[in-house]
């Protein structure tokens, strides 16, 4: 009885300790006074599934925090958001990319600098 209660344990653990973890990163609505509600979340796990590995890859040297920050700004249209990529640094933050993402499209673009599409 206690090698089957013991095999349960073993197994049960092993199964989480293989699984891919989720990637770490801060987000922020400025307009909202930092709390983002349910679609601004879902805009930043847009924004992440498709551009994680871009961004971290960028800033994998950073020693303060490795991951990327992301601002959510909602335009004035409906369903258009304007994110922020940022790197955190231990005096001040660096602006990475703009993206704009139309959440009901679930369609995300890197913006240029002066707001034109790449």
Request: aromatic fraction near 16%; charge should be positive; include cysteine.
């Amino acid at each position: 009885m206690k090698k089957l209660l013991l095999l349960g344990f073993i197994f049960g653990f092993y199964t989480p300790v293989n699984a891919e973890q989720y990637p770490i990163h801060k987000f922020t609505c400025p307009k909202t006074g930092g709390e983002c509600n349910e679609e601004e979340r879902a805009v930043v796990k847009l924004v992440n599934d498709k551009y994680w590995k871009m961004l971290s890859d960028r800033i994998k040297e950073n020693k303060h925090y490795k991951y990327p920050w992301y601002f959510v700004y909602k335009d004035s249209r409906e369903c258009k958001y304007t994110v922020g990529a940022k790197e955190d640094m231990p005096t001040h933050v660096v602006n990475m990319e703009w993206i704009e993402v139309d959440i009901c499209k679930k369609t995300s673009k890197l913006l240029y600098r002066d707001g034109r599409y790449r």
